[in-house]
């Protein structure tokens, strides 16, 4: 059984929809909600998982307690995330702060000991910087290659809002602002 929580409403009914179009529904329960008024039942998970979606929330210290509180003693805690290398120039920080939306974003450092205080366990880590790095450069030079297909199905405006996106990404990780980390950590008690 999987609890899916997630803010965005949008991302959650594509989620919604593609649990039932795989014929899942019986075993996904659906959320729509700020993690941080989820309310987390104690020690109730075996796993915990998350892609590129921490460093967005707020207040570190409470959401490693919520996921802290909500695993079973021994649960697992997996996720890729970003962490911060460099803080962004003041001619780019507030554009910085509206694509990237970083919440908590934290130097690596900072990222593993919060975990190590928030009663984790890391037993694997990997900087993800220079892969991520790579594929976002591809990425984006791919979306540009089939631009007029795209705008055909999507719309100038669509191609536009998913281009500004692959382009700051793979900028903030070139000009080395954030990097990427991939960790396992275990719930200790």
Do not use: C
Request: without cysteine.
């Amino acid at each position: 059984r999987v609890t899916a929580v997630e803010l965005q409403a949008d991302y959650d009914q594509v989620a919604r929809d593609l649990t039932a179009r795989v014929a899942l529904r019986g075993a996904v329960d659906h959320v729509n909600a700020d993690f941080l008024d989820f309310e987390t039942p104690k020690a109730a998970f075996d796993h915990a998982v998350s892609w590129l979606a921490l460093f967005h929330i707020p207040r570190r210290e409470v959401y490693l307690g919520k996921l802290n509180h909500a695993l079973k003693p021994g649960g697992f805690l997996f996720a890729e995330d970003l962490y911060l290398i460099r803080q962004p120039d003041e001619h780019e920080a507030e554009d910085f702060r509206q694509h990237l939306r970083p919440g908590s974003l934290v130097d690596r450092a900072t990222y593993l000991a919060d975990l190590e205080s928030a009663e984790f366990d890391v037993i694997s880590q990997t900087d993800m910087t220079i892969d991520w790095t790579n594929f976002t450069a591809i990425r984006l030079q791919a979306f540009r290659d089939v631009r007029d297909e795209y705008e055909a199905v999507h719309g100038a405006d669509g191609y536009a809002g998913i281009e500004v996106f692959y382009a700051k990404m793979a900028g903030y990780l070139a000009r080395g602002l954030v990097g990427g980390i991939r960790f396992a950590a275990v719930r200790r008690g």
